[in-house]
């Protein structure tokens, strides 16, 4: 049997344990790595949410604090940039250089729209079929901070990363974390 067909069988038949095992893991994970290790800083305060996808897969989302981080709307542009820029990226690194991390991030890293992400969304008057997570992302130049309450009117992200055409749809991430 496939591994993917045991690992879904085994869901399916006890959804208990593997929630449990599940949350083993991520709580080892979360507690060594994001808490000890301190891999996207000093965490001050966290919050986590558990959710079930369709087929009932557990994930988690986390809205952390970090230590001295600048906030955005209050310190200077420059300040926030350069600290989103030291703990996340979105961009492709090259197969001879790094082939483990390209590998990951093409594989995991890069979104691929479905119907579970194309949405009828307003713009102004009209509706317009578009990815709801806003992909693909814009090419840019340079990183940018959006107005914060635009950001949060529209459910846009508050930064912009430098894309280029290849990057367009490229999940952000934290090459340490992905290499776990």
Partial sequence: MH?????????TEDPVSVSRQFLYKFKDFFNIVILQRGVLGKVEQYYVKKEHQMRGAPHYHILLRIENAPVVGIDCPEEVCSFIQDRITCHIPDSNTSPDL?????????????KYCKRNIKVGKTYVFRCQFDFPKPVRDSICINDVENSLKSCNKIYYF????IEVRVNDYNPLLLKL
């Fill in 162 to 165: 430098k894309r280029n055409e």
């Fill in 3 to 11: 591994h993917n067909h045991s690992i879904s069988r085994l869901c």
């Fill in 102 to 114: 390209n590998f990951l991030e093409t594989k995991y890293q890069m979104h691929k729209c479905s």
